[in-house]
């Protein structure tokens, strides 16, 4: 699954570090994620880890140490910045979809305002992207007419539109009533085996066992256990993640 | 009613002056209003400060100064405007701008957060986000506090009459002096061409917010 193109991991965090105030939100986060990766980020609320997702893409700026996407160091505020996060999709757990445009706009707007694609070359590809996260019977609708599995599929689809080299997920099933959980789960999966590079901070145990090739443990701010799901759910090393582990695999 | 057709004429260039002095200030200030917003929510901290100074001053200052200043008070640094009735419109357009901008703002903070995070995360830059994703939904929440704006300006540009531009407030004060026995005519001549601007304007509005009303 691992396709690397060249030595130079495709996401690499050295010594970062984040304060809000007084709180030190990311202290010393060393992290490198490979082409093809899907790396799946588990932890208490509060541990860091959706922060540690939105600094990849410079939704949240950090105080120090550096972070590179495909060997290029993330810029600061500007056109720079603006390029390079069309190539890293993200999809939040509020779905934040443009609410005054259509399903069908919504995938649209980043390869035709970004990418300058034509509308036909945009509608083309969108249509197809939302018949692959099977909503593309809903295209004209709003997104507020959608359910929230619905919603973030189409998230997901309006991401993948900018062919992007890495997805961030941001806790994408932790809005989503339990029945509606599964279908974005399983629009996850076959990103996975697609070989999409995958950040993916989540509560959904089974997600990490069955897609991640590696799952991250943070606490307090920290990457506090790193190793494969198998190894990490059946024999984790640290208090911390047994302590963690033992409170939500037991219902 | 006689009195009337004597000086409709007089009335209908009144009612016309009030109403252009009204629609091409209003659309400088809805302009310059929305470059204002833009600025205050930009994140370069200079732009910022910039349009707050502009707002404060212009929001505090009595209209009436603002006329003072661009009529007689430009003429010392020789600065003239080519007609009374354009130096009307630029100080009703520079004052209700700092209210269009402070509107608009209101409106641009009751979008989530999440809708333009959304957009930088997709890629597009400030601008893009903002005319494409923020702005367009601002202007759906602010239509009616915008309708007010509007309403006040309208009513506003009857400063205009104090210097020198024949508006209808203008025109109450000619025809009142030279007419006092008709007194109650001529206010209720003007006080109506105030109610042909205002009253459709407020129809106007209310069908605006049904019509841009988004479904969250």
């Known amino acids: 699954m691992t396709s690397r193109t060249n030595g130079e991991p495709l996401v690499r965090l050295a010594g970062v570090n984040k304060w809000f105030g007084e709180l030190h939100v990311l202290q010393d986060i060393d992290l490198a994620i490979d082409r093809g990766e899907v790396v799946v980020v588990i932890g208490p609320s509060g541990s860091g880890k959706s922060t540690l997702c939105r600094t990849i893409n410079r939704l949240e700026a950090i105080d120090k140490g550096e972070i590179t996407i495909d060997g290029q160091r993330l810029p600061e505020e500007g056109k720079e910045l603006a390029r390079l996060r069309s190539d890293v999709g993200m999809v939040f757990q509020s779905f934040n979809l443009f609410a005054h445009k259509t399903i069908l706009e919504n995938v649209m707007l980043g390869p035709i305002k970004v990418r300058k694609q034509s509308k036909g070359d945009a509608q083309k590809r969108a249509r197809e992207l939302l018949d692959r996260v099977g909503v593309g019977a809903q295209a004209d609708k709003y997104p507020a007419q959608l359910s929230g599995g619905q919603q973030q599929r189409v998230a997901i689809a309006r991401a993948l539109a900018m062919d992007p080299k890495v997805m961030l997920f941001d806790e994408p099933t932790s809005a989503l009533d339990p029945e509606m959980i599964n279908e974005v789960l399983d629009v996850m999966t076959s990103l996975a085996r697609d070989g999409m590079t995958m950040i993916v901070v989540t509560h959904e145990m089974g997600f990490a066992r069955r897609a991640a090739n590696r799952v991250v443990f943070m606490d307090g701010g920290r990457i506090v256990e790193s190793a494969e799901p198998e190894t990490f759910f059946t024999n984790p090393t640290s208090d911390r993640a047994k302590d963690f582990l033992s409170k939500i695999l037991n219902h | ?216």
Do not use: H
């Open chain 2, 1 to 216: 009613m006689e009195f009337l057709s004597e000086n409709w004429g007089l009335i209908q260039s009144a009612f016309l002056t009030t109403l252009s002095l009204a629609v091409v200030s209003g659309i400088c200030a809805l302009l310059l209003g929305t470059v204002l917003a833009a600025m205050r929510v930009s994140p370069i901290p200079a732009l910022r400060g910039l349009a707050t100074f502009y707002v404060e001053i212009f929001r505090n200052t009595p209209l009436t100064v603002v006329f003072f200043f661009l009529v007689f008070g430009l003429v010392y640094v020789d600065v003239q405007f080519p007609s009374r009735f354009i130096a009307a419109v630029a100080a009703l357009a520079l004052y209700t701008a700092a209210f269009v901008c402070e509107a608009l703002r209101s409106g641009i903070n009751a979008v989530p957060a999440g809708q333009a995070e959304a957009a930088r995360a997709l890629g597009l830059d400030f601008r893009q986000s903002l005319t494409t994703v923020v702005l367009p939904q601002a202007f759906r929440t602010v239509v009616p506090p915008l309708g007010n704006v509007w309403i006040a300006l309208a009513k506003n540009t009857s400063i205009a009459a104090g210097f020198a531009v024949t508006d209808l407030t203008a025109l109450l004060q000619r025809l009142a002096n030279a007419n006092a026995d008709q007194l109650l005519l001529v206010f209720a001549a003007v006080v109506l061409g105030y109610l042909v601007i205002t009253l459709p304007s407020a129809y106007g509005i209310s069908v605006l917010e049904r019509r841009l009303a988004i479904v969250r």
